[in-house]
T-cell receptor
Framework: ELKVEQNPLFLSMQEGKNYTIYCNYSTTSDRLYWYRQDPGKSLESLFVLLSNGAVKQEGRLMASLDTKARLSTLHITAAVHDLSATYFCAPGSGNTGKLIFGQGTTLQVKP | NAGVTQTPKFQVLKTGQSMTLQCAQDMNHEYMSWYRQDPGMGLRLIHYSVGAGITDQGEVPNGYNVSRSTTEDFPLRLLSAAPSQTSVYFC?????????????FGPGTRLTVT
């Protein structure tokens, strides 16, 4: 059974600082997704990582995947207030399209 | 394209009542899923479907029924609502033909059971 752990679960940081969110999962998965969720809203897709060593960047966010270590990271560079949200990782399970989600990391960026 | 739509947006039920949460997509996606989101617990998979006529259980299926008679629709039924089913429910769809299997989420239904 696939289990997913994110840490930290809550992150309060100052604008301009860097930080990394970690996503560990328990069984083999060939793809991993990162989503962003704003309060009261649905999920917005950020990254889809499909292979070992995959790295994707969008603005101040960079995601990577190490399938051998069953680890994905979401790195935040020079945080700004607009990045305040909850971030979820979700490895894919099988080829059915279903996802198993981590608990989420709530990021609060203070001016 | 409207994408993934869900109705209603909000619903209040009394314990023991039944209702159906509607989900529809217009992208001709084969895969559809239902998730529930509770505070501090992320999203948990309730049921999913890989195509019309085919459904399977996810992590937390008890108390919910689904059916998939068409590609477009994937309703979620609560037969006898319980306070523990108070949650936000999200429907999602993805394409079998897309290598990423990227899921597209609906806006959600916020359900309160009193």
């Amino acid at each position: 059974e696939l289990k997913v752990e994110q840490n930290p679960l809550f992150l309060s940081m100052q604008e301009g600082k860097n930080y990394t969110i970690y996503c560990n999962y328990s069984t083999t998965s060939d793809r991993l997704y990162w989503y962003r969720q704003d309060p009261g809203k649905s999920l917005e897709s950020l990254f889809v990582l499909l292979s070992n060593g995959a790295v994707k960047q969008e603005g101040r966010l960079m995601a990577s995947l190490d399938t051998k270590a069953r680890l994905s990271t979401l790195h935040i560079t020079a945080a700004v207030h607009d990045l305040s949200a909850t971030y979820f990782c979700a490895p894919g399970s099988g080829n059915t399209g279903k996802l198993i989600f981590g608990q989420g990391t709530t990021l609060q960026v203070k001016p | 394209n409207a994408g993934v739509t869900q109705t209603p947006k909000f619903q209040v039920l009394k314990t023991g009542q039944s209702m159906t949460l509607q989900c529809a997509q217009d992208m001709n996606h084969e895969y559809m899923s239902w998730y529930r989101q509770d505070p501090g617990m992320g999203l948990r998979l309730i049921h999913y479907s890989v195509g019309a006529g085919i459904t399977d259980q996810g992590e937390v299926p008890n108390g919910y029924n689904v059916s998939r008679s068409t590609t477009e629709d994937f309703p979620l039924r609560l037969l006898s609502a319980a306070p523990s089913q108070t949650s936000v429910y999200f429907c999602a769809s993805s394409s079998k033909g897309q290598a990423t299997y990227e899921q597209y989420f609906g806006p959600g239904t916020r359900l309160t059971v009193t």
